[in-house]
């Protein structure tokens, strides 16, 4: 600890942000001064048991488990510590939620992802994650809203030249962090961008999505830019995805790999998608877990609203991606696009991971890849909730990830999130995605 504060001061750090991600998906921090870091990496700093109760409305829900009576301790991981470039003498690190006997508190989603990694490693499994973001680059307007650039041709040169030097200076922060940007593209959307990074393990994997968010929104910020992740800032542009990547290893060898098999997927890859098609439902409340995921979430728009699977099928949720040649057992991988920014990452991550490890332990079959787009079929495969209602019955009814997430997390994030649909159920479209645009 002594070195990581030698560290900052060196670096002539003087404000440190200790940063958590609550149930509404909402990017918190508490600041701190350098010369009180030493102590605060120890015992955190104090938070209220009911800044976790806050909605995306910043609405304060009645959750008797998170009354305004009583702390949890907002205690930093100093291997997330970092200094913002977009912020000259601010760094940030992300924490855990302890509560007064110095355990996780049930509401931390770092420690919950931690366990699934844990159930993983029990099976002999290790994971490696990423999110690919998606998010528009937008104008601030003079009566405070923000307005789409103009539209350019999708993955042009053009439409990369428009952002350059913000795009730049992005990218430039991210590896400035330790982040390994891999892809840039400028999306179907105006002013749409997507950014994908490495791969790693899954606790970092999450702790880099919500490093991401903030750097893209820094960085943006001092070079005249709001940007946005939310699922559906404009209701006249495709909506914005977080895709998450995974693959399962052992003894460094990929265990979705399997050059015997169709489409290279071993027997464990396809009782992997069988958990995930099996809970696919469910899932949902938590990776796309706002009212606006499901203005996102429509067919024929590379969203995957379908119950279904496939090789490379960009309209199914849950994707086999092909594998590069010449690194075919590195790199195959499955995508799950039903995803957004507007999820708690290390939930979303950790409900996935319970629900695929379900499907290896029964040895769930997903049934036949669809090969087309699935609302071209005679039949197509049945529809996924259409509203997070829809979404929270389920989760409510899932027994896997309700036992994964224990009952005092599941009953309380439904909570949360259910006040989150009503506070919306008379609220316009329009007014809806205006609301959402700068909260992701």
């Known amino acids: 600890m002594h070195d990581l504060v030698q560290r900052a001061e060196r670096a002539g750090t003087r404000i440190i942000r200790f ?60 291997a997330t510590y970092s200094e913002l470039s977009w912020a000259p003498g601010v760094a940030s690190v992300m924490c855990d939620l302890i509560d007064r006997d110095q355990v996780p508190w049930f509401a931390c989603a770092r420690s919950f992802l931690r366990r699934q990694v844990e159930a993983a490693a029990n099976l002999g499994i290790d994971v490696s994650a990423t999110f690919e973001l998606e998010f528009y680059l937008c104008r601030p307007t003079p009566d405070g809203g923000l307005e789409a650039l103009p539209r350019r041709p999708v993955y042009s040169t053009i439409g990369l030249d428009d952002t350059q030097p ?33 791969p790693a393990d899954p606790l970092t994997a999450a702790d880099t999505e919500i490093a991401l968010r903030d750097t893209v929104r820094g960085t943006a910020l001092i070079h005249g830019y709001r940007a946005s992740f939310a699922p559906k800032p404009f209701l006249d542009q495709i909506g914005s995805g977080a ?58 728009s590379w969203t995957g609203v379908y119950r279904c699977w496939g090789f490379d099928n960009r309209e199914a949720p849950v994707r086999v991606v092909s594998p590069y040649w010449g690194r075919e057992e590195q790199t195959i991988n499955l995508e799950l696009k039903a995803v957004d920014a507007s999820c708690n990452p290390h939930l979303a991550l950790g409900v996935v991971l319970s629900a695929g490890l379900d499907g290896i332990a029964r040895g769930l079959d997903p049934g036949d890849p669809v090969d087309v787009n699935p609302a071209r079929q005679e039949l197509p495969p049945p529809l996924l909730p259409q509203s997070l209602d829809a979404a ?49």
Request: charged share 20%; aromatic share 6%; glycine share 8%.
């Open 19 to 78: 940063q958590f991600c609550d149930y509404a998906g909402i990017v918190h921090a508490k600041a701190v001064h350098v010369s009180i870091l030493e102590q605060k990496l120890r015992e955190g700093v104090g938070s209220t048991l009911a800044q976790t109760a806050l909605n995306v409305r910043d609405e304060l829900v009645d959750i008797p488990e998170m009354p305004p009576v009583g702390e949890v301790r907002i205690v930093p991981d100093p």
């Open 392 to 440: 929270l019955d389920l989760l409510a009814d899932d027994p896997v990830l309700a036992g994964a997430m224990g009952r005092p997390m599941h009953s309380t994030y439904l909570a949360l999130k259910r006040s989150e649909a009503c506070a919306y159920a008379a609220v316009d479209p329009q007014t809806t995605a205006t609301e959402y645009r700068y909260k992701f």
């Open 166 to 198: 913000a795009m730049s200076a992005i990218v430039d922060a991210l590896v400035d962090r330790g982040i390994a940007v891999e892809g840039i593209l400028n999306e179907y959307g105006a002013g749409q961008h997507e950014l994908s990074v490495a």
């Open 243 to 300: 895709h998450l990547h995974l693959s399962l290893w052992r003894d460094s060898r990929n265990l979705l790999h399997d050059p015997s098999q169709p489409g290279g997927l071993s027997g464990a890859g396809r009782h992997f998608v069988g958990g995930l098609i099996e809970h696919l439902p469910a899932l949902l409340a938590v990776t796309c877990p706002s009212v606006s995921s499901y203005q996102r979430l429509l067919p024929d």
